[in-house]
């Protein structure tokens, strides 16, 4: 990968143009593609088998016991909601903020975000070992007369994060309608009526644009508040207990800030090697990577006052317990975990103030990486370090994950790329429709030597 | 069975000229395609906001209600009740309601932009054109005031790059 960006000069994008490259990406795929396909899938089935062992064999396979009794399933399930986020950021905020940026970027953004909630929605059920009596918390009038309780930050978070599975995916399919008829019409056989029968007959009438654009707009509008919501719901998870590490006001707006940094992270870790495989330099310019790398340097700044203000709450509120979680994170145990967290999380997308380093493709794709790895042990830290070192010392315990729980995390990781990979090649990873409409709709008076 | 028209035009503009043309000599718009969302098509032809709002409106207000419903139903009829706390307490409510807020509301205004866009529908109109997904604009007329052979010199005037008659005699190109 060259160091330097080489985006095209002097290329104008038309309309035809735009087809051309969304849809030159969804052409017949070479073999390397559906080998990597395949290695993902193994990989898939490989965590989906460790997970049938555990039902099988019990909850004593993986390495969660007292005090650690929320390991990597949580751990996962935390990052992957906060990679969820970015999707809908990029999508839905900017859209509401007339961003030009996020136009190239959002669908793959939007597609990421479908793809990590339904692996984040997983790992709860991994985490409840009897997974077959899941419905158990789902509200419904039932012989006991039992209800879930609706105090518990555990029902919110159910209801959290299905509401924003739906909303997210139907958002994203909403969005692509215009471009699975436009997909519809340069194909034929098999092909046209799979994408006909996805595009629910979009035909891009006036009165379709008018109701579809309202709708859009209503929708990004809903999806906006809702990706804070979630955020925030899934750490009163945490906040909403007494363990000290937990127990903080601050956790919802530290929560967010943080899963839109690891979900940008992603962003970028998934889009460079998309733009450079299916030539979409022109589409995805390098001031557009610029502007995700801008935008995490400011989250890395974020996530990085909250730890410094988690320390200082800790100290200030004169409270032992609480204190003495902190010191024992960054001297303790799990110490080495809390400085990746710290250099990878905060000093590494310090570099981005460099503007040469923001314009360095190598430089975005190795920090986007580090951040990644930042902000998974950032859940760990959280998770597992408050758990193993709470009130009384006679309790206090350490926590390793066994190789069944890292087995199903590789799985959910092999999941998510093998779901990604998938939609690379069957949708437009580019909306072709809003590409367009950002070049402007073709106007005689801008084309020379035609009619005066 | 009545006289159609279609036009086909590569550019934005000359279609809003067309559109301004016939709203001003009483031709009958009856459709515009086109392959992105444009204002000033909308404008042109009066469109009002979308009633989609209203449903998402009384889908946030359903859900609100159902959300906040549900939850103190919960309450009072499983009595569980946490010291020191009012049954029901109010602050958890809080989560249940917006929750359902937005999920209704967003499910209310799908639904309703569904049907309004008529949608999902199996066929596409007989008339319809590839090139209105990818880069041309479509525009769908019926003579009204206007004379047959006026109208469709009144598109090739105005821009389009291609006149069809519709209906009630053979599909004719010029």
Redesign the interface.
């Known amino acids: 990968m060259k160091a330097e960006s080489a985006q095209p000069q002097g290329e104008i994008l038309?309309?035809?143009k735009v087809?051309e490259l969304v849809m030159g990406a969804m052409a017949r795929p070479g073999r390397l593609y559906w080998v990597v396909v395949g290695v993902c899938f193994m990989g898939l089935l490989y965590g989906a088998s460790c997970w049938a062992y555990q039902i099988l064999t019990g909850m004593g396979v993986a390495g969660i016991m007292h005090p650690v009794n929320w390991g990597i399933y949580l751990v996962n399930f935390v990052f992957w909601v906060g990679i969820a986020h970015s999707g809908t950021l990029i999508s839905a905020i900017l859209y509401l903020l007339r961003a030009r940026w996020r136009t190239s970027i959002a669908r793959a953004a939007e597609a990421m975000t479908v793809f990590a909630v339904m692996i984040a929605g997983l790992f709860p059920f991994i985490h409840l070992g009897r997974v077959w009596i899941f419905y158990w918390i789902i509200?419904y009038p039932n012989q006991r007369?039992?209800?879930?309780?609706?105090?518990s930050p555990l029902v919110?978070d159910f209801?959290?994060i299905s509401?924003y599975l739906?909303?997210s995916s139907?958002f994203w399919y909403?969005g692509m309608?215009?471009d699975l008829?436009?997909v519809?019409?340069?194909t034929s056989g098999i092909r046209k009526k799979i994408y006909?029968?996805l595009s629910?007959?979009?035909?891009?009438?006036?009165?379709?644009?008018?109701?579809?654009?309202?709708?859009y707009l209503?929708?990004a509008a809903?999806a906006t508040?809702?990706v804070i919501?979630v955020h925030s719901?899934v750490s009163w998870d945490f906040a909403l207990s007494i363990v000290p590490g937990w127990h903080s006001t601050i956790f919802a707006p530290y929560f967010v800030a943080g899963a839109i940094h690891s979900g940008l992270a992603m962003v970028l870790t998934l889009l460079i090697p998309l733009r450079r495989i299916f030539h979409f330099e022109v589409l995805i310019s390098t001031e557009t990577l610029e502007s995700i790398a801008k935008t995490i340097v400011l989250t890395g700044l974020i996530v990085g006052y909250s730890y410094a203000v988690e320390y200082f709450m800790a100290w200030y509120s004169g409270n032992m317990f609480e204190w003495d979680t902190f010191i024992w994170r960054a001297v303790g145990n799990y110490a080495p975990q809390f400085w990746i967290m710290v250099v990878c999380n905060v000093l590494a997308p310090l570099l981005f103030f460099s503007k040469k380093i923001r314009r360095s493709l190598a430089w975005l794709f190795g920090i986007a990486i580090a951040v990644n790895i930042g902000m998974w042990y950032e859940r760990f830290v959280i998770i597992v370090g408050s758990m193993a070192h709470e009130f009384v010392p006679y309790a206090w315990g350490l926590y390793a994950p066994s190789w069944v729980e890292l087995s199903i995390m590789g799985g959910s990781f092999c999941m998510f790329f093998f779901l990604f990979l998938l939609f690379g090649k069957f949708l437009p990873t580019v909306s072709m429709?809003e590409m367009?409409?950002a070049l402007g709709?073709?106007?005689?008076?801008c084309?020379p030597g035609e009619?005066t | 069975m009545k006289q159609e028209v279609l036009g086909i035009f590569?550019?934005?503009?000359?279609l809003l000229e067309a559109l301004a043309m016939l709203r001003q000599k009483g031709g009958r718009i009856l459709?515009?395609?086109?392959?992105?969302?444009?204002e000033?098509?909308?404008e042109a032809?009066g469109?009002r906001?979308?009633p989609?709002?209203l449903a998402?409106l009384l889908g946030g207000i359903g859900g609100l209600l159902g959300g906040l419903g549900?939850?103190v139903y919960?309450?009072l009829?499983?009595k569980?009740v946490?010291s020191a706390?009012p049954t029901?307490?109010a602050v958890?409510?809080v989560?249940?309601g917006?929750?359902?807020t937005?999920?209704l509301?967003?499910?209310a205004?799908?639904v309703?932009?569904?049907i309004?866009?008529?949608?999902?529908?199996?066929?596409?109109?007989d008339h319809?054109e590839?090139?209105?997904?990818?880069?041309r604009f479509g525009l769908l007329v019926e003579p009204g005031e206007l004379a047959e052979q006026e109208l469709l010199h009144l598109l090739k005037m105005a821009?389009a790059e291609e006149v069809r008659l519709l209906r009630g005699r053979a599909t004719e190109q010029s």
């Open positions: 038309t309309y035809r087809q509200p007369d039992l209800w879930p309780n609706f105090q919110f209801l959290a509401t739906t909303v139907m909403s309608l215009p008829a436009a519809r019409d340069k006909g029968l629910l007959g979009w035909q891009g009438t006036h009165e379709q644009w008018r109701h579809y654009s309202m709708a209503l929708f809903f508040p809702l919501s719901v429709s367009k409409e709709a073709p106007a005689r008076a084309s009619r | 590569p550019y934005l503009d000359d459709t515009v395609y086109s392959p992105i969302h444009s000033e098509i909308l032809l469109s906001p979308s989609v709002r998402t549900l939850a919960t309450f009829e499983w569980f946490t706390k029901p307490p958890p409510l989560v249940v917006f929750e359902m937005i999920l509301g967003f499910l205004t799908l309703t932009m569904w309004l866009c008529k949608m999902p529908s199996r066929r596409l109109r319809y590839a090139g209105f997904s990818q880069d821009g």
